[in-house]
């Protein structure tokens, strides 16, 4: 079962911009006179509160220098999620049983609680190369491929940039795209959206179902790089990206309510023929976000170094978000800590919708309870620390400690008594060697 923003899936377009508009400022990167191989191994955990997601993500990044300029990259990933998944259902005052998503058996909810699909599991293998290189002493080029599998989802795509340099290379202008399909084989098969959830796999629902369906991703940003002086360089990006196809996630299901203010049942479970109604999620088939980025790095004369982003995003779903993202690197000869602070805001979608009303439900045209559409905050606090031994190897280790707030309508009726909006803790450990 994917999970698709639980941990992020790497989009390229955004690493061959950076390499393309890269510039050097004091002691912050190294140029490479000669041939040579870099190479960043590093392994990741992610542990979710209350037996949710827990991902392990082993990583391998080589980087050929063929001199200061010129560079191919390959880059390998692997993890593996386990745990349990919201998948999108109220409490409820009762025990509620849920298919699973092959129809082949199912899972409860006890009285109170958060309704989460434990049959989760998935394991991603990615591979993705990116070659840079300049065309003249004022321009240079990127081009960069990836594909990922998993068990129920494919992935391949394609990057391009091309940047110029002006005013001694100290301003970049960088035009990227990227394009990607995407093959979606869910468990079962396709759902389909505001259907009924069926009771096991001999319902027709199963039976008439698609066994994939595609999306396509086109991407394209514009960049200015600036260095201010010796130490210190910017970065504004305008990037927009569009989506089509099948971009509903097949896992994701939504509790119908009893409005009935006249009935006992009142804000509770939604019943027809004593089997409660639940509806499978229906998002829309195109997507369009933008967005405006905007970093800062800066170098003191110690050495020390601030890194501050800015992020933006809209589209046409109703989603506008916020990111502020900060870093301050501590360098002690051969080693440094750095503390980082994120904090992520985001407005709900527009038929985001916690549940679905009994006298309305078959009227809406678009659906979805899944949190990471609606009203959240995330807050990211974070401490790396790095050795750098006499050969230029580098040792270097990253705890971080992630913080989820959902908010939205408290429902009416028994579901008033219901904890619709919990939140969420998790850490991350990230242990790296750079040789």
Same mark, same amino acid.
């Given at each position: 079962?994917?999970?698709?923003?639980?941990?992020?899936?790497?989009? =390229?377009?955004?690493?061959?911009?950076?390499?393309?508009?890269?510039?050097?400022?004091?002691?912050?990167?190294?140029?490479?006179?000669?041939?040579?191989?870099? &190479?960043?191994?590093?392994?990741?955990?992610?542990?979710?509160?209350?037996?949710?997601?827990?991902?392990?993500?082993? &990583?391998?990044?080589?980087?050929?220098?063929?001199?200061?300029?010129?560079?191919?990259?390959?880059?390998?990933?692997?993890?593996?999620?386990?745990?349990?998944?919201?998948?999108?259902?109220?409490?409820?005052?009762?025990?509620?049983?849920?298919?699973?998503?092959?129809?082949?058996?199912?899972?409860?909810?006890?009285?109170?609680?958060?309704?989460?699909?434990?049959?989760?599991?998935?394991?991603?293998?990615?591979?993705?190369?990116?070659?840079?290189?300049?065309?003249?002493?004022?321009?240079?080029?990127?081009?960069?491929?990836?594909?990922?599998?998993?068990?129920?989802?494919?992935?391949?795509?394609?990057?391009?940039?091309?940047?110029?340099?002006?005013?001694?290379?100290?301003?970049?202008?960088?035009?990227?795209?990227?394009?990607?399909?995407?093959?979606?084989?869910? =468990?079962?098969?396709?759902?389909?959206?505001?259907?009924?959830?069926?009771?096991?796999?001999?319902?027709?629902?199963?039976?008439?179902?698609?066994?994939?369906?595609?999306?396509?991703?086109?991407?394209? &940003?514009?960049?200015?790089?600036?260095? &201010?002086?010796?130490?210190?360089?910017?970065?504004?990006?305008?990037?927009?990206?569009?989506?089509?196809?099948?971009?509903?996630?097949?896992?994701?299901?939504?509790?119908?309510?009893?409005?009935?203010?006249?009935?006992?049942?009142?804000?509770?479970?939604?019943?027809?023929?004593?089997?409660?109604?639940?509806?499978? =999620?229906?998002?829309?088939?195109?997507?369009?976000?933008?967005?405006?980025?905007?970093?800062?790095?800066?170098?003191?004369?110690?050495?020390?170094?601030?890194?501050?982003?800015?992020?933006?995003?809209?589209?046409?779903?109703?989603?506008?978000?916020?990111?502020?993202?900060?870093?301050?690197?501590?360098?002690?000869?051969?080693?440094?800590?750095?503390?980082?602070?994120?904090?992520?805001?985001?407005?709900?979608?527009?038929?985001?919708?916690?549940?679905?009303?009994?006298?309305?439900?078959?009227?809406? #045209?678009?659906?979805?309870?899944?949190?990471?559409?609606? #009203?959240?905050?995330?807050?990211?606090?974070?401490?790396?620390?790095?050795?750098?031994?006499?050969?230029?190897?580098?040792?270097?280790?990253?705890?971080?400690?992630?913080?989820?707030?959902?908010?939205? #309508? #408290?429902?009416?009726?028994?579901?008033?008594?219901?904890?619709?909006?919990?939140?969420?803790?998790?850490?991350?450990?990230?242990?790296?060697?750079?040789?």
């Amino acid at each position: 079962m994917a999970v698709t923003n639980t941990m992020k899936k790497n989009h =390229e377009l955004a690493k061959i911009l950076a390499a393309a508009s890269c510039a050097l400022v004091g002691g912050l990167s190294t140029a490479h006179a000669e041939e040579s191989w870099d &190479v960043d191994s590093a392994f990741l955990l992610y542990s979710e509160s209350d037996g949710r997601v827990s991902a392990a993500e082993p &990583v391998i990044s080589a980087t050929r220098n063929y001199d200061s300029e010129t560079s191919l990259n390959f880059k390998l990933v692997a993890d593996t999620l386990t745990g349990a998944s919201p998948n999108g259902a109220t409490p409820s005052d009762q025990v509620q049983t849920f298919t699973s998503p092959s129809g082949n058996g199912s899972y409860s909810a006890a009285a109170g609680e958060q309704p989460l699909d434990d049959t989760f599991r998935d394991t991603r293998v990615a591979l993705s190369s990116n070659w840079a290189a300049p065309i003249n002493r004022d321009w240079a080029y990127g081009v960069g491929g990836y594909v990922s599998k998993e068990h129920d989802y494919q992935s391949l795509g394609v990057s391009s940039s091309l940047s110029r340099y002006l005013n001694q290379k100290n301003t970049t202008l960088t035009l990227g795209l990227g394009a990607s399909s995407d093959t979606i084989n869910p =468990e079962g098969g396709v759902p389909t959206g505001l259907f009924q959830v069926p009771e096991d796999a001999s319902s027709s629902e199963f039976t008439q179902r698609n066994d994939s369906e595609s999306k396509s991703i086109m991407d394209a &940003v514009f960049g200015i790089t600036q260095v &201010v002086n010796r130490n210190t360089i910017m970065q504004f990006n305008y990037s927009i990206n569009t989506s089509s196809g099948y971009l509903t996630d097949p896992y994701k299901i939504l509790s119908v309510i009893d409005d009935d203010s006249t009935g006992n049942n009142y804000g509770g479970n939604y019943t027809v023929n004593n089997r409660n109604v639940y509806l499978y =999620e229906k998002r829309p088939d195109s997507r369009l976000k933008q967005s405006l980025y905007w970093q800062t790095k800066h170098q003191f004369e110690n050495n020390d170094i601030l890194d501050v982003s800015y992020r933006y995003m809209f589209d046409d779903w109703g989603v506008t978000s916020h990111t502020v993202d900060a870093k301050y690197r501590f360098r002690f000869n051969n080693q440094y800590l750095e503390p980082q602070l994120r904090w992520y805001t985001q407005s709900k979608a527009d038929f985001y919708s916690r549940y679905l009303d009994s006298s309305a439900y078959t009227e809406v #045209d678009f659906a979805s309870a899944d949190y990471r559409l609606g #009203d959240l905050d995330t807050y990211t606090i974070g401490l790396r620390y790095g050795y750098q031994f006499a050969d230029e190897t580098e040792f270097y280790t990253r705890f971080s400690l992630y913080h989820q707030e959902s908010s939205g #309508d #408290d429902g009416y009726g028994k579901l008033t008594s219901q904890e619709l909006y919990p939140g969420l803790d998790a850490a991350m450990l990230m242990v790296g060697y750079k040789f």
